[in-house]
């Protein structure tokens, strides 16, 4: 069984018996409160982001790096090689699925160069990172890609930006050791979720985006 220093559920004391990992409940819990807040974000700030499940992927790729300033480092710089991959494409006139293997590769190639600057450098915290939470951000790519070609840059770059801080705001309410605990002592409280998201399901006001955006014509009515 897991060490804990602190006071858990008998539920999950039964599955940490059974061999479940801590840090996997934990994610598993997390899970629901961050997809939560992303609906939150989207549906009544009106963030967008890069949908639902790429901020959520993010910030659980960021739980899993050494640190989140690596996470960070390899976030933006997975999105700025796409950027030049695909302008440096651009002149070849490539099908959409070559071209995206293609900036994968180079986007791969890269990211292990990083690795091994951070090694050399003696930041053995960004040489360790694991396969999985790289893999992850890798997927950024399609998404991002996809956007610039349908929407332009400007959008593809905003909505990458709104990914970045609300996967930040993610890693910190998943790190958030208070909650941890309180989830891990009331882990059913995981189901309030459900109501709040038939709550946000249900929404038809205005976004805050939208009150900033469109200020000027709600004041003269």
Request: positive net charge.
């Amino acid at each position: 069984m897991n060490e804990i220093n602190f006071n858990i559920s008998p539920l999950l004391t039964f599955f940490l018996n059974e061999g479940v990992p801590f840090e996997t409940i934990k994610l598993i819990l997390m899970l629901p409160i961050i997809a939560t807040l992303i609906a939150f974000l989207r549906q009544v700030v009106g963030i967008k982001a890069f949908g639902i499940y790429t901020p959520l992927l993010v910030t659980f790729a960021f739980l899993a790096t050494n640190g989140l300033r690596y996470g960070i480092a390899i976030f933006i710089t997975i999105i700025l090689i796409g950027m030049l991959t695909r302008v440096a494409l651009k002149s070849f006139r490539l099908l959409y699925l070559p071209r995206v293997a293609i900036m994968l590769t180079i986007v791969a190639l890269s990211i292990l160069i990083m690795l091994v600057i951070g090694g050399s450098l003696k930041r053995t915290g960004l040489a360790s990172v694991s396969i999985f939470p790289i893999l992850i951000m890798i997927t950024l790519v399609e998404k991002f890609i996809a956007v610039q070609i349908e929407k332009g840059d400007r959008a593809a770059i905003l909505l990458a930006a709104e990914t970045l801080i609300i996967s930040i705001l993610g890693f910190y309410i998943a790190s958030w050791e208070t909650l941890v605990h309180f989830i891990a002592f009331y882990p059913w409280i995981i189901l309030l979720t459900i109501p709040l998201n038939i709550i946000l399901g249900k929404w038809t006001g205005l976004r805050l985006s939208e009150y900033f955006r469109f200020g000027e014509i709600i004041k003269r009515k």
